[in-house]
């Protein structure tokens, strides 16, 4: 069997990142020059999408974190 | 004539037929026949066929108006990619099961009254259970018991809100609903298990991981989208739906973050993409029920995509757990790119199908001023961008390699997930022939700038904090749990209250045999024998009393009249003697 092993190469995972840390670098360039209609009016404040985006990821995975304390069961529970 | 034949007849008459068929033939026909019922329905005018009378009653097997066509075309349209999938499955069970369940799925959706819904409901409910039955585990035993149990109920729920509908002089005609009687919320409660909404929600997460890798994919379509369809007709504009809506964004995505198994991960967030259909329906305006249309459309088939993705997985591997995956891509490289392309879709990337529908109901709640709801709303889409666009091709097709060395799955399973993916770019790119088919006129743009730029910008700036997070180690690792839902209520209280019943009722069993049966019953005999000879022995031992007899003499007097009572052979004196004194207590008595 034919078997892909791009990412293997630590280099190779270090240019995707680097595509994704230009093209955010981009986003937040493109922010300065799009005509924006937003419903409200945070909508229209620089860069809000980005600061929501990053901040909402942290506090979801630090709540499900708290969440998993209270919830985690051993698999045959139920058994 | 035939142009206006229900699909759901089709269905049933082909679900009979299936088991009869060779098995080459039978293959075409499970193609062929859900094409053939997508070729009727196209060439069938708005209306209404198929009616007639019945005890005063207007049944109506076929109302085809602008919503019901649109959840009609999706519900074919994922039959034929869903039999396409299942194609070389050798198990008549499953396709008769699954061509009955879509049957189901087709009545509910395009009958146009009570009667017939509550039948094609439990349709539905029965034909799906097999789907879980068919994996022949005993984990999926259990939970299809499960899962029959609470949709049962949920029929019944149903069912008795259309009884008291009618009873009430209400119409038999399906039709919008208010939330202000029995009835409707009944019908409401039986519409809202179905369509998962928290707290009813545990049966979806707890039955669609034990399903059958090709069931599953029918599963994730039919009940909650035909669910979603009926409280579109009933309930639109329900406010309390906005909020219930908005909570089922939210309350899945945490525990689809913590989940191990994928399909439990695409459960839970089957459910998260159902509660923005749910706010839609509250928000009720005409942005906002198209937008729920299409968001129902467009889900389906990436989030059959996804689960077909999955399935492909449990089926070339076995496995289904994120601890135990890990590095598909090697070998499973067309399995990866289906996968990512419906994450993609559902997380609403800019030219996936997921960004040019879920929009128009986040741009509904921000037209309406509805603040919080909007905010819950953007903090679900980056929930989603973390379980489903990120987590499950991540810890399944990359992440640390399993070791596992499997090929991607045979060509019908490939294409399947190949036409799905095709049709969550197509819409994506091209949205407006899926427009052009909703309930109402579409005056929607999705691809502005700055909807485009703050959505990459929401979705990707999400990403950027997985990678830190998975970097740093502070990502929560993937580890071999279950996690508690409110299905521990019926799961873990059911078997609770089996013990409380069983000893309670047991213990009243047991006090009665002591003190009823054995205690009650063999005092009353024991009076019953006795107590003449008691009541004569207090009269008569005081007048022997009276004569002096005393000591030993009284003792043989006293058994000689115990004695006599029990043969009942008596100096007719003494039973006169006993007789008298009865009549005299009971004299005094009454």
Redesign the interface.
Known sequence: MRELKIFDKAVNVKRLLICLYVFLAGLLAADFFIHKHGHFSWENASEFYAAYGFLCYLVLIALAKVLRRFIKRPEDYYD | MISGLPPALLFLAGAALVPLLPQRFKQAFMLALPLFALYLLYNTPLGTYWSFSFLDYQIVLMKLDRLSRVFAYIFLIISVIGFLFALKVEDDLQHSAALIYAGGALGVTLCGDWFSLYVYWEFMAVASTFLILARRTPAARAAALRYILVHLFGGLLLFAGIMLLLAGGGPIAIGALKLDSAASWLIFLGIALNAAIPPLHPWLKDAYPEATPTGAVFLSAFTTKSAVYLMCRTFAGAEVLIWVGAIMTIFP??YA??ENDIRRVLSYSLMNQVGYMMCGIGIGTTLAINGTVSHAFCHILYKALLFMAAGSVITMTGRSRCTDLGGL???M?LTAVFCMVGSASISAFPLFSGFVSKSMIV?AA??Q?L?TI?FML??AS??V??HAGIKVPYFTF?GHDSGI?A?DPPWNMTWAMGIAAVFCLGIGIFPQPLYNILPFAVDYAPY???HV???????????????L?IYSG???AE???????FDWFY??GGRAFYRLVDWGLNSINAASDRWLVNGATGAVNRFARQAPAVMSKLVLVPVWWMFKVRGWPLEQRKRALERGFARGALPVGVGALAAAVMLIVLYLLA
Do not use: M
Request: cysteine-free; charged content about 15%.
């Open positions: 995505i945490f973050v913590l891509y090697k070998t490289p741009s921000g037209l001023h603040t909007w953007q903090f980056v929930g961008i973390d990359f060395r090929s502005t700038g700055a730029v703050g959505q990459l910008q929401l979705l990707l700036f999400g990403a950027l904090a997985f990678v997070l502070y990502y929560p580890i071999r749990a279950i996690n508690l839902d799961r873990k």
